[in-house]
């Protein structure tokens, strides 16, 4: 009887735990972009425009360094020598995940509709269209982004879901992932859990967080500059 109960209060510390983590983490990656919402401010000038993008970019550094420091504590290496079977399945599923959302987009049709996320970060490119600001903008949601959410999601996240088990720790970054992106309606629900599929995939198959960051960087590529 004492031994259920004790097993019963561990994995509910167990389950407070993760869930602090997951509310931490939210508010850190949700906390990347700041800088960018100052974008929107009606009639800014070039010289705020690239000083806010160019802090932007500094921010984001520093939180990549600060996760990235949290996993090398813990003995959790990023990166490796470049193995070329594991880029080819970063490239095979950012091509997979490139074909799902085509063919999601067609089966929805004209029930596609643009999320809140997607429409505030066209409208940031709408306001920044050359120059140093336009380049900082690129490199925060082309770069610095997906190495921040690797980190962070299938990085840190991914690493203190481990006492729930593999299928836990697989499912549980995908699906914040997916929700702190902020999907509104099915379709969205499923282009979001797709990438983030993709992306977990790569990390587990490859053992390295550096092949999920190269897909998620080509798909963020592809979305910005296409």
Same mark, same amino acid.
Request: contains cysteine; proline residues 2%.
């Given at each position: =009887?004492? @031994? ?10 167990? %389950?407070? @735990? *993760?869930? /602090? &983590?997951?509310?931490? *983490? &939210?508010?850190?990656?949700?906390c990347?972009?700041i ?8 009639? *800014? ?7 806010? /993008? ?6 984001? &550094?520093?939180?990549?360094?600060? !996760?990235?420091?949290y ?7 990023? #990166?490796?020598?470049? $193995? ?15 074909? !799902? +959302?085509?063919?999601?987009h067609? #089966? ?17 490119? %709408? ?7 336009? #380049?900082?903008?690129q ?14 999601f ?5 690493y203190?879901?481990?006492?729930f %088990? ?15 992106? @902020?999907p ?9 859990l *797709?990438?983030?599929? %993709?992306?977990?995939a ?5 053992k ?6 190269? +897909?998620? =960087?080509? $798909?963020? #590529?592809?979305?910005v500059?296409f």
């Amino acid at each position: =009887m004492f @031994g259920n109960r004790e097993k019963f209060i561990e994995k509910s510390k167990q %389950g407070v @735990g *993760i869930l /602090t &983590v997951t509310i931490l *983490i &939210v508010i850190i990656v949700s906390c990347q972009g700041i800088f960018l919402g100052c974008l929107l401010i009606p009639r *800014i000038t070039l010289l705020l425009q690239i000083s806010f /993008t160019g802090l932007n970019v500094l921010f984001g &550094v520093l939180l990549a360094y600060v !996760g990235y420091s949290y996993l090398l504590r813990r003995q959790i290496t990023i #990166f490796e020598r470049l $193995n070329w079977k594991k880029l080819l399945v970063s490239v095979g599923a950012f091509l997979l995940v490139l074909l !799902g +959302t085509y063919v999601l987009h067609h #089966f929805f049709g004209k029930q596609v509709e643009t999320s809140d996320n997607q429409e505030i970060l066209d409208e940031m490119l %709408g306001r920044v269209s050359q120059g140093l600001p336009l #380049f900082f903008v690129q490199v925060s949601m082309i770069i610095i982004g997906p190495i921040v959410e690797e980190i962070y999601f299938r990085g840190i996240l991914f690493y203190e879901s481990r006492m729930f %088990g593999t299928i836990f720790q697989a499912i549980w970054p995908t699906i914040i992932f997916a929700l702190v992106h @902020g999907p509104a309606n099915l379709y969205q629900w499923s282009i979001y859990l *797709i990438m983030s599929t %993709g992306f977990m995939a790569v990390r587990l198959i490859t053992k390295k967080l550096q092949y999920a960051i190269l +897909t998620h =960087m080509l $798909n963020n #590529f592809f979305a910005v500059l296409f």
